[in-house]
């Protein structure tokens, strides 16, 4: 039996949830277009009859401008620091490896894996140039492996996942053998609201909001959006309420048949200062 830890990291937006949870093959992390989505570490586990993978995808690294996202950058490096047995480094290798890319491998160990991810937007030619190149400018990361993939299309990770498989050492599962993630389920409801918002909201104001399950009754659950501006609530809410009707509607149906989904938007100016008690970084 083998079974181990693997720190997921990479800066934001390069595709790292994504290819968690199609590595998990279930949606255990939100994804959105826009930046910062992962708010903490969320655990995807990767289940086989004589292995077991714990991916812990981590909070995008980004120039933080505000408490959280100072908080948000330390968190991904504690995965890191934490003794996991792989790391993966997540690159875009449609954008190519930039500096904010080196600064973060110069932190990492030497054999480290190296993702570049969104082939799927390449043609075959440029991926081996994005492989050339990426190994030339992370070549201080002297005993690392570059796999090109696809998060999107699911290329190549049947190899990555075997690479895991191989440097996880002998040991007992961690959990039990058809868990996929530890999030608790009033998190995970609540982070389904979240997603369906910055979906609908786009880039208007992603970065200062956050969900909160306050009533957890399956099927009926009722969720708190809360904004840190008055002025954030209108947009939220929308002209008679229809885009929060919208969101509720989009986020019932992601949940599951016969949900009843209630959502308040709510404003609290500070939120962004304890961003623990809406289940962000509590690691
Ligand atoms: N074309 C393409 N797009 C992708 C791929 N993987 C992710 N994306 C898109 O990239 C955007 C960001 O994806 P996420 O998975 O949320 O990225 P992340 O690295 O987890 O972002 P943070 O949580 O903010 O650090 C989304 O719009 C995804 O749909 C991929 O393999 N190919
Ligand atoms: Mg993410």
Same mark, same amino acid.
């Given at each position: ?29 939100? *994804? ?7 708010? =903490? ?24 401008? =505000? ?62 140039? /994005? @492989? ?16 090109? *993939? ?5 290329? =190549? @990770? ?18 039990? /053998? ?17 997603? /369906? ?29 809360? *904004? ?36 308040? *938007? ?18």
């Amino acid at each position: 039996m083998k079974s181990g830890f693997v720190a997921i990291v990479g800066r934001t937006s390069v595709g790292k949830s994504t290819l968690v949870n199609k590595l998990v093959k279930t949606k255990v992390s939100i *994804v959105a277009r826009s930046s910062n989505t992962t708010r =903490n570490i969320i655990r995807g586990i990767i289940n086989g009859p004589d292995y077991q993978i714990v991916l812990q995808d981590t909070p995008g690294l980004h120039r933080s401008h =505000n408490e959280m996202g100072h908080r948000l950058n330390e968190a991904a490096l504690t995965a890191v620091s934490d003794y996991p047995d792989a790391v993966l480094l997540v690159t875009d290798a449609y954008g190519g490896i930039g500096s904010g890319d080196i600064k973060l491998a110069k932190m990492l160990p030497k054999d480290t894996i190296v993702i570049l991810n969104k082939t799927d937007k390449l043609s075959n030619p440029q991926i081996t140039l /994005q @492989l050339l190149e990426a190994s030339e400018k992370l070549s201080f990361l002297s005993e690392a492996e570059f796999i090109p *993939v696809s998060g999107r299309s699911g290329y =190549n @990770l049947d190899n990555l996942k075997q690479l895991l498989i191989d440097r996880m050492p002998e040991g007992e599962r961690f959990f039990e /053998q058809d868990t996929v993630t530890d999030l608790m389920d009033e998190f995970k409801i609540a982070e389904i609201v979240r997603e /369906q918002v910055l979906r609908v909201l786009k880039q208007d104001l992603p970065q200062h909001l956050a969900c909160r399950t306050v009533e957890y009754d399956p099927p009926f659950y009722r969720c708190e959006i809360i *904004v840190d501006k008055d002025s954030h609530k209108p947009i939220i809410l929308g002209k008679n309420g229809s885009r929060l009707g919208e969101i509720r509607r989009a986020a019932a149906y992601k949940i599951g048949s016969g949900t009843v989904l209630e959502l308040h *938007v709510k404003v609290d100016k500070n939120w962004l200062s304890y961003p623990e008690r809406f289940g962000y970084l509590q690691l």
